[in-house]
Antibody
Framework: EVQLVESGGTLVQPGGSLRLCCTA?????????MSWFRQAPGKGLEWVAN????????HYVDSVRDRFTISRDNAKNSLYLQMDSLRVEDTALYYC??????????WGQGTLVTVSS | EIVLTQSPGTLSLSPGERATLSCRAS???????VAWYQQKPGQAPRLLIY???RRATGIPDKFSGSGSGTDFTLTINRLEPEDFAVYYC?????????FGGGTKVEVK
């Protein structure tokens, strides 16, 4: 059974940093593109970033470029999102997701990041 | 950036009826790489349709997708209680990947 479990979400002050982690099981993690998505409270879905199987190709939405860094460790079946210079508008439920190519067919349950003073 | 516009914002229907959801792109979506997701309260999104018209694994044939270029449609036949949810279209052809604003299918 495919399972993606996110962790690391918490309350952080504006300007602070946070590192999210996603641990995968039930499939060959190194075969898939992986992504982070987010959903602000009561709002729609937003793609944040994705990373190729070997980490050599990475893309970001403009609003997080230069502040967030996506990475992966295939030996640990883990995906990461380093978030720096956090803003109030980054408050959201962050989902880890993966699939063949850029299509996502497996999602975690999300980890909540709250940016507030 | 490809902007996706979903309509209507809310669809009020009765169980047994058919739902027709629209998704319009600001420019042609390459290879018709459009997906539809269903999301229920407190749950992660669930992939229903990809490539505009291909059902994902385990999705019943009451769900169907159609369209090409800039206009895409999700049809849900014979609505059942578990189908009342929010539906999002997404394009995964070009970065940034983008979603429509969602259509809420609610019980009339």
């Amino acid at each position: 059974e495919v399972q993606l479990v996110e962790s690391g979400g918490t309350l952080v002050q504006p300007g602070g940093s946070l590192r999210l982690c996603c641990t995968a099981s039930g499939f060959t993690f190194s075969n898939l593109w992986m992504s982070w998505f987010r959903q602000a409270p009561g709002k729609g879905l937003e793609w944040v970033a994705n990373i190729k199987q070997d980490g050599t190709d990475i893309h970001y939405v403009d609003s997080v470029r230069d502040r967030f860094t996506i990475s992966r460790d295939n030996a640990k079946n883990s995906l990461y999102l380093q978030m720096d210079s956090l803003r109030v508008e980054d408050t959201a439920l962050y989902y880890c997701a993966g699939g063949g190519g850029w299509l996502v067919d497996s999602w975690g349950q999300g980890t909540l990041v709250t940016v507030s003073s | 950036e490809i902007v996706l516009t979903q309509s209507p914002g809310t669809l009020s229907l009765s169980p047994g009826e058919r739902a027709t959801l629209s998704c319009r792109a600001s420019q042609s979506v390459g290879r018709n790489f459009v997906a539809w997701y269903q999301q229920k309260p407190g749950q992660a999104p669930r992939l229903l349709i990809y490539g505009a018209s291909r059902r994902a694994t385990g999705i019943p044939d009451k769900f169907s997708g159609s369209g090409s270029g800039t206009d895409f449609t999700l049809t849900i036949n014979r609505l059942e209680p578990e189908d009342f949810a929010v539906y999002y279209c997404q394009q995964y052809a070009d970065a940034p990947l983008t979603f429509g604003g969602g259509t809420k299918v609610e019980v009339k």
